[in-house]
Every structure is written in C-alpha cells, then in structure tokens.
C-alpha cells in the first residue's frame, strides 16, 4: 500500500512586482510505502500482543471508570445531604441571632430598669435619713 502526500509552496523571492503577483506554485509528490515500514516495525505476533495489552487496559479502565462513576454518584448524595444539614443550619443560626437580638433588648431594658430601682432605692433612703420636721 502506498501514500501519496502532496506540499505546495510559492515563490517568494521573485525581485519585480510583477513577477510577484504571478506567484507560482510548485507541488512536490512524494510517495511513502507504508506496508514497508509496518512490516519492518511489528511483526503479525507482536500486533496481537500488543492489541492484548490494550484489550486488557481498556478492560481496567473501564472497570475504573464505573468505580468512579459509582463514586461520584455516592458524593454526589453526600452533598446532597451535606447541603440539606447546612440549609437547617442557616434556618437554626437565623432563629438564634433573632433569639439573641430579643434578649440583648430584654438585658437592656433590665439594666435600665435596675439602675432607675438602684437610683429610687438611693434617693428613698437619704429621705429616711432626713431628720423629720414637725409642722
């Protein structure tokens, strides 16, 4: 069996204008004989050795192929849950910040509460302490 492979170029070193708007090309032909070249690298034994030895690559990689497959269908579920857990997380973490804003209110309003009771208790007593005044 022959090949035959075809290259093209054009002349480019052509001086006047001329001459290089009537470019001409040139084809060179070149004929391989490729049986040779098969027949000098493998032998018909070798063929089938070698198409063993892919036959059997071909089988681990696609018996990897399914493990990973399988693998990526296992996290893919495990994300799946992974963002559910996160969701209730999220809806867990509002419902607390919305907690904690009630109770810093409610710390604060208690705060003020007991300063002004603090404050009452303080003017109360400096009123007992007072001498009383008979009118």
């Known amino acids: 069996m022959k090949k035959t492979m075809m290259a093209?170029?054009?002349?480019?070193?052509?001086?006047?204008?001329?001459?290089?708007e009537k470019e001409v090309a040139n084809m060179c032909f070149?004929?391989?004989?490729?049986?040779?070249?098969?027949?000098?690298n493998f032998s018909d034994e070798n063929m089938h050795d070698v198409f063993e030895e892919l036959y059997e690559d071909f089988g681990k990689l696609s018996l990897?192929?399914?493990?990973?497959?399988k693998k990526i269908q296992q996290l893919e579920k495990e994300l799946g849950e992974v963002k559910e857990k996160f969701s209730?997380?999220?809806i867990?973490?509002?419902?607390?910040?919305?907690?904690?804003?009630i109770l810093r209110k409610k710390n604060e309003w208690l705060t003020s509460s007991l300063s002004i009771f603090?404050?009452?208790?303080?003017?109360?007593?400096?009123?007992?302490?007072?001498?009383?005044?008979?009118?």
Not at 30 to 40: A, G
Not at 64 to 69: E, Q, T, V
Request: net charge negative.
């Open 64 to 69: 990897k192929n399914i493990s990973l497959k």
């Open 92 to 101: 867990s973490k509002t419902h607390l910040e919305k907690e904690n804003e």
């Open 30 to 40: 070149m004929t391989i004989d490729e049986l040779d070249k098969v027949n000098s």
């Open 8 to 20: 093209t170029w054009s002349e480019s070193e052509e001086s006047s204008e001329e001459e290089n």
């Open 118 to 135: 603090s404050f009452r208790k303080k003017s109360f007593e400096l009123i007992l302490a007072k001498p009383k005044m008979c009118f």
């Open 88 to 90: 209730i997380v999220e």
